[in-house]
């Protein structure tokens, strides 16, 4: 019986971890037929965040939208809206979507994608049969509207825009980010944006849109899927809304040149604080590979199973769960020795030499000293003509201070730091052939999944877990288990 997890993405659940929700990593399943109530502790987080079923493929159809308003006698940093509207990108599966990763990963081969996009839980216009039910964001003129914009798609970046109305986006992940207009947002799976959108254009029905992203040779579903800005009032609306043009599905410049505009407030109401001495440095190649398939033959490329990897090593999703082997002391569940620098130096950007097309395969985490001022330098190897990768860390947000294309390189890479106003975020796209730099400082004890928010990509092994110490004091220890964690049931 397969049972489902929550995790409140973003969420940064300060020392505890216990009820983090990743299957197998922090908490055993929840068994069939009972509850289980879980306690939300917030840091500092304000804005929109999510939450989704973290056990397999059920975050498909399982997720929602935490909102976080500023503290009371506080106030956005940007005109207050006249409204706030949720729109969640999600997608569509015609059958059993459980089903779809139990297939791929039983055949070595790429899942199926699913059969549409959808805003707030509808395909839209574009597909058959559809229209009546399509998504109507109804609006006056004249007002300006905070939409709280969640990407809970499986596999696929998306470009998001609405027809005519420029876009100001305002916050990212839970923060505030400095105000960028733009006619379109590039938003990748795991993020959320706030954008405010005013509706000054002729009174009429203009197209919401989101379409993916593909950079790839990845399948990939590239239908728009479309909900409806419409104005009140009287007026003859066209027979179609009207249609954003939005970049091309493998336009990677406008993908790369969105996502470099981010940035934090840095402001004195919201300063930044990001580590400028790093004490832990950690260099991760993130891959999508293959493992052999042993006696049959795989559906995956030449004949083999697809994989994905961290370091080389294609995470195995333990029976025990890690916190509770970490806690414990049990032993055999996991090992520490994820790599701080990956065993195999190559061209990241074409290399595919056996080492780097078989991973390894284990349970490996990487233990991070508390308080530690932790850099990750994310190397995207584009073996295997990935996508870029989404990359996620649970317990924390993070500092984005770098990312280029190609191969990082140790003298000038760093020169391009942004140490000023870089965004604060939880989920980041590593590009599939260049490199991404993040930096936290390591101040919540426990354990923390850190993975490629494309659930396929995940599903391969593109995960670790990172594990952080206690500190001295008693208030930066993680908490004793509290005792409403479901049991761990033999299954
Ligand atoms: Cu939103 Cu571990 O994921
Ligand atoms: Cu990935």
């Known amino acids: 019986m397969k049972v489902l997890l929550i995790y409140r993405h973003g969420v940064k659940q300060p020392r505890n971890p216990w009820p983090d929700g990743p299957e197998n990593i922090t908490q055993c399943p929840i068994p069939a037929g009972t509850s289980f109530t879980q306690e939300l502790s917030f840091s500092d987080e304000e804005g929109t965040l999510w939450w989704h079923a973290h056990s397999d493929w059920s975050r498909a159809t399982v997720h929602g939208a935490i909102i976080i308003y500023p503290k009371p006698g506080t106030t956005y940093p940007y005109p207050v809206p006249y409204k706030e509207e949720l729109l969640v990108l999600g997608e569509w599966y015609n059958g059993d979507v459980m089903a779809i990763i139990d297939e791929a990963l039983e055949t070595g081969g790429d899942p199926n994608t699913s059969d549409a996009f959808a805003i707030n839980g509808q395909p839209g216009d574009l597909y058959d049969c559809s229209n009546a039910s399509t998504y109507r964001l109804l609006v006056n003129y004249g007002k300006t509207y905070l939409l709280r914009i969640v990407n809970a798609v499986m596999n696929e ?44 254009q002729s009174p009429s029905h203009y ?117 509770q082997a970490y806690y414990r002391h049990i032993r055999g569940v996991y090992n520490c020795t994820f790599p701080s620098i990956p065993p195999y130096f190559f ?51 993070f500092y984005v201070v770098g990312m280029g294309n190609g191969n990082f390189d140790f003298k000038t890479s760093p020169k391009t730091y942004n140490l000023v106003d870089p965004p604060l975020v939880n989920t ?38 990172l594990i952080v110490t206690n500190g001295p004091a008693n208030t930066n220890k993680m908490r004793e288990p509290p005792a409403y964690m479901p049991p761990c049931a033999k299954s």
């Open 157 to 200: 970046e998306i470009f998001f825009g609405i027809a005519k109305h420029n876009l100001t986006v305002v916050g990212m992940d839970g923060g505030y980010v400095k105000p960028i207009n733009t006619d379109y947002i590039m938003i990748t799976p795991g993020q959320t944006m706030d954008v405010l959108v005013t509706a000054n």
């Open 207 to 323: 197209y919401i849109m989101g379409s993916p992203f593909a950079d790839t040779t990845a399948p990939f579903d590239n239908t728009s899927t479309t909900a409806i800005f419409q104005y009140s009032g009287n007026y003859t609306p066209p027979s179609t809304p009207y249609s954003p043009s939005l970049p091309a599905y493998d336009d990677k410049d406008a993908a790369g040149n969105f996502t470099v505009r981010l940035k934090s407030l840095a402001s004195k109401q919201h300063p930044i604080s990001v580590p400028l001495i790093i004490t832990e440095r950690i260099f991760i190649t993130v891959s999508v590979n293959q493992i052999y398939c042993a006696n049959e033959s795989c559906a995956g490329p030449d004949g083999n199973r697809l994989s994905a990897s961290l370091n080389n090593i294609s995470f195995v999703t333990p029976t025990i769960d890690i916190l």
């Open 347 to 397: 061209n990241f950007t074409g290399d595919v030499g056996n080492n780097t097309i078989y991973p390894s395969q284990g349970t490996k985490a990487k233990v991070i000293k508390y308080g530690s001022a932790v850099e990750i330098i994310f190397q995207g190897t584009n073996v295997g003509a990935a996508e870029n990768h989404p990359m996620h860390l649970h317990g924390y947000s």
């Open 428 to 465: 980041i796209g590593v590009p599939k052939n260049g490199w991404t730099t993040i930096r936290f400082v390591a101040d919540n004890p426990g354990v923390w999944f850190m993975h490629c928010h494309l659930e396929r990509h995940a599903s391969w092994g593109m995960d670790t877990v």
